[in-house]
């Protein structure tokens, strides 16, 4: 299982957003030319974020997009979720019905997986991210968003 081009680009895109949305709201053309993603395929990923009021829009001149909550507020499955990106490593939906209508003999392992990286995801917000980009080039950015799942994992 891998995260496809989708779920990629529209955390990177949020991330740029969350990182000058305190100023007004932002272009997708600012951010399509900033992370060299088309734009329209930004516009795609936003209709989906902004539906799943992930993100919400400003009409007009000196318009853009703004987040629809806090950054601290949006986990980073939130967005990946909202822009219908899959993420299951079972063969089946996590149906089950692998093999002949029944679960395969790795079916388990696989939707253990899923579990693990939605919970995973889950853990890490956008205003995280946006954080170690801040420090970005200091060796603690490298490890930040690790120690705060261990951390978190500790503490449950």
Known sequence: MRLTTKGRFAVTAMVDLAMRGGKGPVTLAGISERQKISLSYLEQLFGKLRRNNVV????GPGGGYCLARPANKIAI???I???DEALDATHCGTRGDCMEGKPCLTHELWFGLNETIHEYLGKINLQQLVDVQAKRGTPEAVNDIGKYVQ?????A
């Not at 919400?56 to 009409?59: D, E, F, K, L, Y």
């Not at 951390?151 to 503490?155: E, H, L």
């Open 151 to 155: 951390q978190q994992q500790v503490a």
């Open 77 to 79: 499955v939130d967005i």
């Open 56 to 59: 919400a829009s400003v009409r």
């Open 81 to 83: 979720v909202a822009v």
